[in-house]
């Protein structure tokens, strides 16, 4: 399975993206999807999952402001990204697990201020 995430881009404070990770083959078998990031000079950080029974977690330092959804027929996982802030800034990466860990490539994302 190959997870390809898209959306990244450069955004003002306060402004809005939305992140997509599609993979290449059925996420029925992945109990647990969503979303690490890394800002520069740190490490991966959890932002967001989403089982397949729909329950979601997320960090602290997003709740309220970040949704995350997943659509199984579509194979895709989302990450919706409100209110953004300069510190949102890293590239993200979408992931899916099932009896594997499987990782997407990345997406930069960059929030001004």
């Known amino acids: 399975v190959q997870l390809q995430a898209s959306g990244g881009g450069l955004v003002q404070a306060g402004g809005s993206l939305r992140l997509s990770c599609e993979a290449t083959e059925s996420i029925f078998s992945f109990d647990v999807m969503g979303w690490y990031r890394q800002a520069p000079g740190k490490q991966r950080d959890l932002v967001a999952t989403i089982t397949c029974g729909g329950t979601i977690n997320f960090a602290d330092s997003i709740k309220g402001r970040f949704t995350i959804s997943r659509d199984n027929a579509k194979k895709m996982v989302y990450l919706q990204m409100n209110s953004l802030k300069p510190e949102d800034t890293a590239v993200y990466y979408c992931?899916?697990?099932?009896?594997?860990?499987?990782w997407g490539q990345g997406t930069l994302v960059t929030v001004s201020s």
């Open positions: 992931f899916a697990r099932n009896y594997y860990l499987y």
